[in-house]
């Protein structure tokens, strides 16, 4: 544990807590923008959750603590990922934690407590939208793995700080087949993880397109806060971490305020510049039809499958 | 060519060849199919032209001009023609192997042809033996595209993708096949390409489709 480690422990939660309503913010009103539309500015998600966390606690009767505990779960699942993963430094803070099957044992973790509580509602939407998000989070983490598993061959270690240090040493190793088709696999995941266009619709709330929301549906108050803000850190943190794998320069690796200024500026950009790419392209997509996402995703496998073999064929 | 140089660019290519090998799976329209075939061409006269330069040998310039100009150029060309003249059907709307499961068939080949073609590279290790996996994998999509797909146009590109694979093989193996035959392989293909647009067109009159499967009864 280094003391770059520790401050980025501290600094990393603190900015994705606070920039991932921002990021959302930013991802909606660039779409209405494109579409036409005023839109509600970039500061209405933190808007949106200072009103919900003002509301009082409402659980629906018949829901039991799986109900009550998962927000809490998610969230802190993903607070731990964006204390430990090498976002703004290059060193982690909590050591162990910064490894890639650790980062996505986390995630899933998270997930799968959401989908709990969906079933723990009793409600038919609940379990539809747990079926679904199962089903997708069954194709995802496997890809998710073996796509940064490619990176890792490189160089020797699942450590993401070492992946990304690897890059930020020697720049040619970006442009490689591997880490090419990797990055293409990336992309698919993050989006389909995030449930983001063309495998889940952000902003629908039509029973039968639904997959994330229609988990959420039976929360209110502060615990839907705590789920929109966990989403959105979720959604943040697996940018930054694309950003890193792939374009890590700017990231701090020494203990100065200068470093550390740059740090947080270059992950702020890199995620604002991803996060208004995703949506640009968001306007053009249409939701994928549900059976045909598998498709999709076996796809972004192979890709994933491919670039672990190159890595291994041209190395 | 510094060596570095040369073995990122030869790993490039390889990568591109086998990424439009797996998008040619992976989509069903068929214009698109096209499309991704003419990039793989380009990948391969690339591909030439990266083992040209370091050799140095004009032979191979001229090879990979032609390979540009053929798989590139002329063949794309001629499927485009085929399939506007095949009206409206443009997709492969139902391949024997659905695309998940021919995807995931995908993969499983390209761990085969590394298997297969260990014991080749392990004779002499070099960038460009390391990378006959990789044309081998284009060989077997291919074969798989050939057997899977329904839509005759499809068959035609699968018949091609085996084509490109074998061309990359040749090209990784011998570097230098010699002129004579490379000319007399790709004039072949044009041929076999030639032949089998008609034979679309004609299919096409006389049952109002291209789908090969009505070709199973046998007639007077």
Known sequence: MTALGVVGAVVQPLLVVAGSPLLVGMTRQVRARL??????????????????????????????????????????????????????????????????????????????????AGLDTGTAF?????????????????????????LSVGVGSTDLGSIVAAALHDPVRVIT???????????????????????????????????????????AGPDLALVELASAMRLSVLLALLANLFVPWGIATTLTPLAMVLGVAAIVAKVALIGVA?????????KLRLFRVPELLAGSFVLALLAVASSYLLA | MADTAFTQLLNLAC???????????????LAVAIRVFAGQGAALAALGGVLAAHEGSV??????AGVLVLRAGLLPILLRRALAASGDQRRESRPLVNVSASLLAAAALTLLAYAAARPL??????????????????VLIGFFVLVTRRRALSQVVGFLLMDNGITAVGFLTATDIGLIVEVGVSLDVLLAVLVLQVLTTRMRESFGDTDIDDLRELRE
Request: hydrophobic share 60%; with cysteine.
């Open chain 1, 35 to 116: 579409e036409g539309r005023v839109g509600a500015g970039v500061g209405q998600p933190w808007r949106d959750l200072r009103k919900l966390l003002g509301k009082e606690r409402i659980a629906p009767r018949g829901t039991s603590e799986v109900f009550r505990f998962a927000p809490l779960v998610l969230f802190a699942t993903v607070a731990v990922v964006a204390a430990a993963a090498p976002l703004v430094a290059v060193e982690s803070g909590v050591e162990p934690l910064d490894d890639l099957f650790t980062v996505v044992a986390l995630l899933t973790a998270g997930a799968v407590a959401l989908a709990l």
């Open chain 1, 278 to 286: 995703l949506a640009a392209v968001e306007v053009f997509l249409a």
């Open chain 1, 126 to 150: 609940g379990g539809m939208g747990a079926s679904r998000e199962l089903t997708i989070l069954a194709l995802v983490e496997p890809t998710l793995l073996v796509a940064v598993f490619a």
């Open chain 2, 121 to 138: 590279t392990r004779l002499a290790p070099s960038p460009a033996t390391q990378a006959i996996p990789v044309a081998l994998a284009v």
């Open chain 2, 15 to 29: 990568g591109a060849l086998l990424l439009c090998a797996v998008l040619v799976l992976w989509r069903r329209e």
């Open chain 2, 59 to 64: 032979e191979l310039w001229v090879v990979a």
């Open chain 1, 177 to 219: 087949p591997a880490s090419l088709l990797a990055a293409v696999a990336l992309v698919i995941v993050v989006v389909a993880e995030t449930g983001r266009l063309p495998v889940d619709n952000p902003a629908t709330h039509l029973e039968l397109t639904m997959v994330h929301e229609a988990m959420v549906l039976e929360y």
